[in-house]
Structure formats: structure tokens, C-alpha cells
């Protein structure tokens, strides 16, 4: 007895765990647009500077965002008028320097980036040293001790202890060690700088982190100010109003330390002024980029590196194992018969030229004008190439009229039968006309029209914009398909076509299972 193989079930299974988790990836880690037409938001921040001149060479300084976290640029430019500019790295910030030999008057400069939201990136990791406690004079250094003690034992660890400092400092009735602190600063921003120097009296990393609000076209937006504390293995955040954890999505920061965002040599900065404004963007293009800069395989395997040209053809190509199983599940489950197993792919392809009703008609006339024409080469008892050759010939022919025919009345339509295959149409009169002879009228017409109903289904399947976006952005997808028309050719029992004919059978049997005969 043999034993039983299943190892086809393994393959199949193996196809569609690569063809849906390769997709589960794309889609919700690299942001690969699941729908058509599907836009994710970019933001454009700026930040403009008007200077003043002085005497001498001119040198501006600008902090510039980087490892911003929830967020990635996508570009960035600058407007410098006359000035020399250098991008570098400085004390780990990311800086632009501009420079000029003499400032004649009044100009500005523009720092412009396009960010794009990316929750994956934390933002800045950098391990900073700890910190030397601060020497204050009295009672300043007592009234940190003793906040600083009070703190760490209503604590549990660093988030923790910086919450709790955060909550003293916003409490509506501090007690008399906090109000000494409190006296020295005042405002928001004040806070949080005393937050930080609490901190570093416990040997704690923090600092103040600064970023501007994405609110939409906004000519001009204020700087908030959070606080970001070290826990010894990344950056955490803080709101310094409420204490909250974390900072607001629409919140971009920008540069963090306390000191300012832009300093100048031999000219006044007059004025500083932060704007933003949002774009709209295909979520294709951010894909790309996303894989790109993650080094991704996907970013070189995707099919929107191709011409224009050739992502028209696979996007054609790609519809086409769609109609296989359709025809798989219509000839194996159901019991539909065609005239090959191609063929109404094929068909389908060309009703997407000419709508499907109207490409239907032309296809049942131009093959039974070549049906009725190949029954008279059969008088003439053509040997089988030349025969198929004459059925080609008057099949282009056919075509030719059609189309002439539908242009002199106004038919337009008519001119797309060029497009049907022309090929199979000349198989299918030589196949029909075959069966016709052997079978008779009804078997060739049965299988005629099965053609159809499973061209017109493969044609309203692919026809569907979601389908035909999916596999094009996703095309392992076709793993999952040729995986499942595996499965489904394993299949061995009754069709549904079949029922009908072994009811009798079934019937019978189920009679002498239970005693009635």
C-alpha cells in the first residue's frame, strides 16, 4: 500500500505563509498603501532668520532637527543669499554654518526640511555622562537635598523620580523647599529648567528639548518646551505642565539643550521665526523611501523602480494568475467546461479594452462568423496547418470588417476587436468546430458558452481597481495564489455540475445505509 504524500500540503501552506506575512510586512512595517490612491501627511518646517549687520565677517549658526523622534525628513533645502553654507557635526548636534565676508544689510536666511511621521524612530541615542550636582548657595542647597530625598523615596525609579519632581513643581500648594526653587525661575520654560537642575542634584541626565506645534498653515508657530530625562538606556519625555509621559504627536522637536536654536557673529539676529505647513503625499513614494532607508531588499525588488513603460505591462501580466484560478475554481469545484484552459484568461484580458457586455457580442460574432466559415473549409478537406492557417486568415479579416463596419455607424467600440487574441479565437472556431462534429451542437455550444461565463468572471474579478492595486504593490501575493490553486488541485470529489447527474447513486446508497431497500 502506498504511503500518502503530503508534502504538496506543506509546499501549499509554505506559499502562503511567505506570500501573506511578506505582505503583513510591507504593508504595516515599510507603510506600503494597502488601497489605491492612499496618502499619508509630510510636514514642512521652517525656520527663517533676519539679520541685522554689523562690522566685520559674518558667521550664523543654526541647530538643525535631526534624529527627531516620531519623525524622518524626507528633504530639506536652504535659502542663503550671498553666504557661504557648510553642513557638520558639532558636540553631537547636527548644525548649519553660514558665512560672509561683509553683510551689506538686511537679509534672511531659511532653513526648510519635509519631515514624514515615523513612530519607529525613539529619537536621539546618545548615552550623556552624568551629571555634577549643581553648587548653589543657601537655602537653595538645602532645599534641594531635601526635595531630592523626598522625591527618591515616593519613587520607584528614574521615570518615576522625574514624575514626581515635575509634580512638585506643578503642584497649586508647594511646600516651603519648592517655592525656594520656584522663586528663582518663572514660566513654563522656567520649570522645566529647574526640573533638570532637581535632576542633576540626583545624578540624573535630563535636559530641555524644544519643538514647535504642527498645526496646518500655521505662517508662524510659538517653541514649546518639554523635558527629557535619561533612564540609563534611552530618552524619555516629559510634558512640564501636566507631568504626562511622552510627547504629543503633532509636537516637533527640534533641537534640545538650553541655549538657543541660532547664534551670530558680526550681525544681530533681529528676528526668529518657526512656520509649518503640511503636504499630502502618495504613501508609494514614502514606502520607497522608508525601505530604501532601511536597507531594505524591497526597496530594489519593488516593481515602481521599473519604467513606466513595463509597470503598464506587469500590471497587465500580474491580473493573469487571477484568472487561472478562477478557472480552477469553476472547472475543479463547480464543473464549468471551456475550450482550453487559457483561452478565457485571455478573453477576460481583451473584455478590459471593450467593456464587458459589449466585448462579449463582438466575441460571439466574430466566432460565429468563423464557425460558419470553417464548416465550408471542411468541404474543401484542408490538411490541419493550412486549415488553421485559412481560420487565422479569415479571423483577422473578420476583425478588419467588424471594426470598419463600427466606425462608419458610430460604434467606436467596435474598433477594440483588434485586440481580442487573435490566436486563440482562430483555436477556439477550430476547437468548437471539432467538438461540434464528434459531440454534436449542444456539447460545443455547452463549452462555448462556459468560455464566457468564466471569461466574464475572470474579467470582473481583475477588473477591480483594489485588486489590480494589490497586486501590483504586493506581488508575492501570487504566492498565496498559487498556493491555494495547489490545494484546489488536489480536489478529486464531485463538482457541482455533478450532483445532479449521481443523485440517483447518492441516493440509492444512502437508502441501503439505513434498511430501506
Known sequence: ?????????????VLLVVGIGTFVYKAYVLGFPVTPNMEETTWTVQVRLSLEPKTGPVKVTLLLPDQVPGFERLEQSFVSKGFGRTTLERDGDRVAEWTIRRLPDERNLYYRGVFFQERGNVGWTDTPPYPEAPELEEPFSSALEAIIEDVRARSADIESFAFRVLERLNDATPDENTQIFQSRNEGTSDEVRTAVEILAGARIPATIVRGVRLVEERRRVDVESYLAVH????????????????????VFLWWRGDRPVAVAEGAEITDIRFSVRHNPIGSQELAIERAKRRDSVFHHLSLLNLPVESQAVYGILLMVP??????????????????????????????????????????????????????????????????????????????????????????????????????????????????????????????????????????????????????????????????????????????????????KVVDFSGSRRHGSV
Do not use: C
Open 1 to 13: 500500500m502506498k504511503r500518502k504524500s503530503w508534502h504538496w500540503l506543506i509546499l501549499a501552506l
Open 322 to 503: 487571477l484568472g487561472a484560478l478562477i478557472i480552477v475554481v469553476l472547472r475543479n469545484l463547480i464543473g464549468v467546461k471551456t475550450f482550453g484552459t487559457f483561452m478565457p484568461v485571455l478573453i477576460a484580458m481583451a473584455f478590459r479594452e471593450t467593456e464587458l457586455l459589449k466585448g462579449l457580442l463582438l466575441f460571439s460574432f466574430v466566432v460565429a462568423m468563423g464557425l460558419a466559415i470553417r464548416f465550408y473549409l471542411e468541404h474543401i478537406r484542408l490538411l490541419l496547418v493550412p486549415r488553421l492557417a485559412a481560420v487565422l486568415t479569415i479571423v483577422v479579416l473578420l476583425m478588419v470588417a467588424t471594426s470598419l463596419a463600427s466606425h462608419s455607424i458610430g460604434f467606436e467600440v467596435g474598433l477594440s476587436v483588434s485586440l481580442f487574441p487573435m490566436v486563440i479565437m482562430a483555436m477556439t472556431i477550430e476547437r468548437m468546430s471539432i467538438v461540434w462534429d464528434e459531440r454534436g451542437p449542444a456539447e460545443a455550444i455547452r463549452d462555448g458558452v462556459g468560455s464566457l461565463i468564466i471569461a466574464a468572471a475572470a474579467f470582473l474579478l481583475m477588473d477591480l481597481e483594489i485588486v489590480q492595486h494589490l497586486t501590483f504593490m504586493f506581488p508575492e501575493l501570487l504566492l498565496g495564489v498559487l498556493g491555494i490553486i495547489i490545494m484546489l488541485g488536489r480536489y478529486t470529489g464531485y463538482r457541482l455540475s455533478e450532483l445532479g447527474r449521481f443523485r
Open 231 to 250: 533612564n540609563g538606556s534611552r530618552w524619555i519625555y516629559f510634558d512640564p505642565v501636566d507631568g504626562s509621559r511622552g510627547v504629543p504627536e503633532d
